[in-house]
C-alpha cells in the first residue's frame, strides 16, 4: 500500500470492523496511482484471519501465506490473459484463462491465438461458477477484477447478474481507470471509492525512496507516481529523451532518422508485447509526446513558463520564437495525427511527415502545416 492511500484504507476497514462494507466495491481514479496494489492489499485484509486492529494482514496466518503464495482459494483474481501473461501466469495454470466461447469465430482461448487484452464471457462464468462454492477458509470469498473496463459487452452483462446475485459472504473489488465505460449498471451496484492521486511532495518523496523517476517525468505522467516508477524499468524515458533532443535541434532536426530510430522502437515492443511484455511505445504515445512539446513551446511563448521538459528551457525557448499561428496550427495538425495514429498506418511514413512538418515551422519561407 502506497502513502497516500492509508486513509482510505483506514475508512474501508473501520467500515469492515462494523459490518457495514457493501458486497461490492469500485476503486476508480487516475491511472499510475497504485488502485491495483491497494485493491490486492485489501483483498488481502479481507482474508487475513488474524488482521491487526488497524486492518494490515498479519502475514503469518495460514491464509495469508497462502496468498504469498498465490494459492488461496478463496481470492478469485480475474483480469484479461494478456495482462495474466504479464504478470508471469501460465495460461493453462491461470483460472481467468477458461476457453472464450465468445471469441472470433467460436475459437477457444486454449488454442494457439495470441492472449486476449479482454476479459471474456467465459472468464465470468468461471468466476461465478467458483463463487458458487463455499468458502475452503470458511470465510469471505474475494472476486478481484482488473481492470474492470477490459470487460467486452457480454462479459460485463454476465458479471451484472452476478453481482445482483453475488451470495453469501463474497466481495466484489473492482478497480478501473475510466469507470464511465462501465455499463451503468454495474457501476450502481458498487460502491464507488475515489482512489487520490497523491500530493507532488508526497510523489516525488516516494519515488526518491525507489530510485527512480524525477520531477520532469513525474509531470510527464500527470502526476502519478506508480506509472512513472514503472516506465523507469523500460526504455520509455529513453525513447522520450531521444526524441525530445531530436526536437532541441530545432530547424537541423534530421526528420528521416528520428523517425526511423522511434519507429524500430515502436516494432520492437511490437514483437515483445506478443509474449505479454506490457507495451509502453506506440505511435500514438510518439504523437502525444510531440503534442506536449508544442503545449510546452506555445505555453513559453504566452506566460514565459514550461509544464512539462523543464529541463529544455533554452529549447523551447527558440521554438517558442517561431510565430504564435505557426505553432497552433501545428498543434492543431497534431490533435487530428493523434486520432489517425490509432489506425493502421505506415509508422515510419507517419513519423517522417509530423517531423517534417515540425521542422517546416521554423522555415519563413515554407506554408505552415494544415
Known sequence: ?????????????????????PHALLFAGPAGTGKRQFAR?????????????????????????LL?????????ALRPPLLALAEGVAAEADADAAPDEDAAGGEA???????SAEISVAQIRALSESLSVAAHRGGLRVALVYPADAMNAIAANALLKTLEEPGERVVFLLV??????????????CQVVPMPIPERSVALAWLAEQGSATDEQLAMVGGAPVRAAELAATTYWQTHAALTQALAQGPQIDAVATARLLETEIKRQDREAQTGTPRVVDLRVVISWLQRWMHDAIRARLTQTIGYHRSAGDALDRVASVPIARLMTFQAWLTDAARQA?????AQLFLEDSLLRYRALFDANAKPAV
Open 1 to 21: 500500500m502506497f502513502p497516500w492511500q492509508s486513509e482510505v484504507f483506514a475508512e474501508l476497514t473501520q467500515r469492515l470492523a462494523r459490518g457495514r462494507l
Open 41 to 65: 492489499e485489501f483483498a488481502h485484509s479481507l482474508l487475513c484471519e488474524q488482521r491487526a486492529a488497524d486492518g494490515t494482514p498479519c502475514g503469518t496466518c495460514a491464509s495469508c501465506r
Open 68 to 76: 504469498a503464495a498465490g494459492t488461496h482459494p478463496d481470492l478469485h
Open 109 to 115: 482461448a486454449g488454442s494457439k491465438t495470441k492472449a
Open 176 to 189: 478501473s481507470d475510466a469507470p464511465h465505460r462501465l455499463l451503468s449498471t454495474i457501476r450502481s451496484r
Open 342 to 346: 490509432g489506425h493502421p498506418v505506415n
